[in-house]
């Protein structure tokens, strides 16, 4: 496992396929190449592996923020921690052109279709982060106009708990997505069990 | 100098033109902190408000809800009237029975009334004929009850991951 430092000083893991040093060049480069075949002039690997590692060092992440933990992550984004070391540079507030949705704080009933449109609303392949304990169970609002949970209508890939959590962990919890993002086959969207998921949620 | 202070003489004025103009419909006054409260009746609540803008000068209503007395069956009307030119506010009140919650709409006094009303329907279910455009107004269109009435479950019967043991029932 890489260690990477956070500005307090303090270390946490990240994938190993990810940001590494390679001693053998004599600098830290930013992401490590996935396995392959190395030799005079040329570098083969699998289509997947590079397509992943593309996809999940430049992801552009849709950021639905509700409530307070939109505000933990303004922090993220901003210089102390910084997003955009992961590659997440430009933050996209169209859902086309947005390829991780990021949903932070308290989701009303009402407010529920709106999510929903905006989750139909961007193209495969997409992935969905679920923020603090509101986002992903309803936390302590359980009453009638809160939504309990997202995942009663979309798909969540990572849930981040905390309330609101902080800016380290919302780290970690994209890192998890990266992971994903990375390993993902490039027929999973075409899969039965992701068109049976998609089903599940009423999404087509 | 705060901005209510009571207005003995205010107040008095208030209490001898409604106990004149409405008599018996006028059910009971007092004074909570520094507000005259005034309660009466549904059939006269229209005609008092119009009373309280048009010869007391309440020129603005501040706010307006709905209650629900579970206990004798009714749902209240709570109105808040200020005078902007006398530094002077009272609160009106009146009750309906649960079976039949109507009441006249107030949008032709203030059209403050018109969201106030709304909501008083979104969550009590009290109607106010009249009204021009009376359909929810925070909670989703189809929800299927009035959530603010005392018999209404407050936790959401959805969620399937309580443990009744948890908390002590």
Known sequence: MGLIKDPHGRE???????????????????????????????????????????RQNSLWPLPFATSCCGIEFMATMASNYDVARFGMERLSFSPRQSDLLMVMGTIAKKMAPVLRDVYTQMAEPKWVLSMGACASSGGIFDTYSVLQGIDRIIPVDVYIPGCPPRPEQVIDGILKIQALVGEESLRRRYSKEYEHLLKTYKID | MPAFVVKADRDQLVIDQLTAAFGADILSHERIADMLVIN????????????????????????????????????????????????????????????????????????????MEREAWDFFGIQFTGHPNLKRILNMEDFPAFPLRKDYPLEDPTREDKDDSMFGR
């Open chain 1, 12 to 54: 946490f893991s990240r994938p190993d396929n990810q940001l590494a040093t390679r001693p053998e060049l004599g600098k830290p480069t930013i992401v490590r190449a996935p396995d392959g075949h190395e030799g005079a002039g040329f570098f083969a690997t699998k289509l997947a592996d590079a397509v992943g590692l593309a």
């Open chain 2, 40 to 115: 009466t009746t549904k059939n006269v609540l229209h005609q008092v408000a119009q009373h309280c803008k048009e010869q007391l000068d309440f020129n603005f209503l501040t706010t307006m809800c709905g209650m629900h007395y579970s206990e004798r069956d009714t749902l209240g009307l709570v109105m808040h009237l200020q005078s902007m030119r006398k530094g002077h506010r009272i609160r009106l009140k009146a009750e309906v029975p649960l079976k039949e919650p109507v009441f006249p709409t107030f949008t032709d006094l203030w059209d403050t009334a018109n969201w």
